[in-house]
């Protein structure tokens, strides 16, 4: 008589609470063997999609919010630079004693007759008490340093976002690539479960063979170790399942581990055109090439900024202002004060400043040579991966398809023997070396189910149609 999944199913997670026993008293643990229990996809309460997970992850991970905090504060430093061409205002005031006022030599033989041609006199300026106020304005009219610090900025803000989208890139394969995991997982249990359920009849075959005194006990063995593999097969699926969904939790922000009953949509592992569709190289999509662009076209800046420092400057500058003058403490004595103000150009040449301007301009133009030979570089790389990912996807394609022959017809062929051991047709030697080959045949087609999905991924993400699973 056929064994009933539920039967199995019962059996195997009697033997995984054995795994929990000696942890039982943690929380974590307990939270686990509930998971254990909703593992399996006929228990599951929801689905959860696969667009659905990336965009949770992009969501809810710390790094991306903290990435995210990043591009803003270069926006911010950007808007602020704009504020560079406003009027700058400023005002000015001060209250001095001198104590020694400053002494100058004239030469007063100038300005009168009465001395000799050549007669000085020391003569001291000022007064002991000086008080001033000065409203000063600057506008710039020409500087070109100003937009081009400005285009910097606004570049470094570009590849701010180039880096925060190839941290998402990076997660979003992590999560694509965990949600696959899981769902070949899935339906490796399901698989493992007929595996045991199919080992069970050949045992019991033999075990009532044995019972009956018509079979050697290393036959039965053999029945009993081919059974074992398969409920380990079966233990180690659901284990693997289970550190699957945690990390997706993990990856997707969901710190509640008891949330873990959720099942991923089996009808994207039937999309059997996703594996045969050819996809080009999208290479302004794939955020590492297009950040090493951005920091080539920084460094062009740079070097265009280098030379502008040696352009003039022209600021439009205007002077209000009033001085006191007064040998006494006295802020509001009468006839004291003296106002001052002007109105001009200011006009600034720069002639030297101690730089190798050549040497600087030579550096520079070498930084931007090595950023357009990496992303020169990484782009071979990404269209090799795409080209060996599509090779390896056809070769498991057609893999795959000669596993499920092989299994499709030992499954036959062990039906059959398990007929003819029960008429005493055929050695239980025979049905165990069956059932040990089986086993091995699709130990390698759920290893080709993996790689092909993996492979496709791998398609994705160096074509640069990652963004294809989320957007």
């Known amino acids: 008589m056929l064994i009933k999944e539920p039967f199995i199913l019962r059996t195997i997670f009697s033997d995984m609470g054995a795994l929990f026993l000696r942890a039982v008293r943690t929380k974590t643990v307990q939270l686990m ?15 959860l999609g696969l667009d659905q997970s990336i965009n949770a992850a992009l969501k809810n991970r710390k790094n991306i919010q903290a990435g995210k905090l ?7 430093q950007t808007e602020a630079l704009l504020k560079k061409y406003w009027p700058q205002v400023s005002f000015e005031y001060s209250y001095l004693y001198n104590p020694i006022l400053q002494t100058s030599i004239l030469p007063i033989g100038m300005f009168n007759a009465n001395f000799p041609p050549d007669a000085m006199k020391a ?59 899981i769902g070949l997982q899935e339906q490796q249990i399901r698989s493992a479960v007929t595996d045991t359920n199919r080992t069970r009849i050949s045992y019991q075959l033999q075990k009532d063979k044995f019972d009956a005194k018509r079979l050697l006990k290393s036959d039965l063995n053999k029945a009993q170790i081919n059974h074992n593999n398969a409920i380990q097969k079966l233990r180690d699926a659901i284990s693997q399942l289970i550190e699957d969904k945690v990390y997706l939790l993990f990856l997707i922000g969901e710190p509640d581990i008891a949330k873990a ?7 994207f ?14 290479k302004d999509s794939i955020p590492e090439l297009r950040q090493l662009e951005l920091q080539g076209n920084l460094i062009s800046l740079q070097a265009q900024s280098e030379k502008a420092k040696y352009i003039p400057t022209l600021n439009l500058k205007g002077h209000l202002g009033a001085n006191q003058y007064t040998n006494n403490f006295n802020p509001i004595e009468a006839n004291s004060w003296y106002g001052s103000s002007y109105v001009g150009i200011d006009m600034k040449v720069p002639l ?68 003819r051991v029960k008429e005493g047709q055929e050695t239980s030697s025979a049905l165990n070396t069956e059932e040990a080959s089986l086993q091995n045949i699709e130990a390698e087609e759920a290893i080709a189910k993996k790689q092909i999905w993996l492979y496709w991924l791998d398609y994705l993400k160096s074509s640069g149609q990652l963004s294809k699973l989320w957007k």
């Open 33 to 47: 063997s509930v998971l254990l229990l909703l593992s399996v996809q006929m228990l599951a309460q929801t689905t």
């Open 261 to 267: 009953d959720f099942a991923i949509d089996a009808g």
């Open 269 to 282: 592992f039937k999309q059997d055109q996703l594996l045969r569709s050819d996809l080009q190289l999208l």
């Open 352 to 419: 030297l400043f101690g730089e190798d301007k050549q040497s600087k301009l030579q550096q520079l133009q070498q930084q931007g040579l090595q950023y357009h030979q990496q992303r020169e570089d990484k782009t071979a790389q990404y269209q090799k991966d795409a080209i060996t990912a599509k090779i390896k996807m056809d070769r498991v394609i057609v893999q795959i398809k000669t596993l499920e022959d092989n299994i499709s017809l030992s499954n036959e062929t062990i039906r059959i023997m398990q007929e």
């Open 70 to 76: 990043d591009v803003s504060i270069r926006k911010l």
């Open 123 to 181: 003569i001291q300026f000022g007064t002991n008490w000086t008080q001033s106020a000065d409203l000063v304005l600057q506008q710039p009219l020409i500087d070109v340093s100003i937009k081009r610090q400005i285009k910097e900025f606004e570049l470094q803000e570009k590849i701010s976002s180039s880096s925060q989208a190839q941290t998402e890139y990076d997660l979003a394969y992590t999560v694509a690539q965990t949600y696959l995991n």
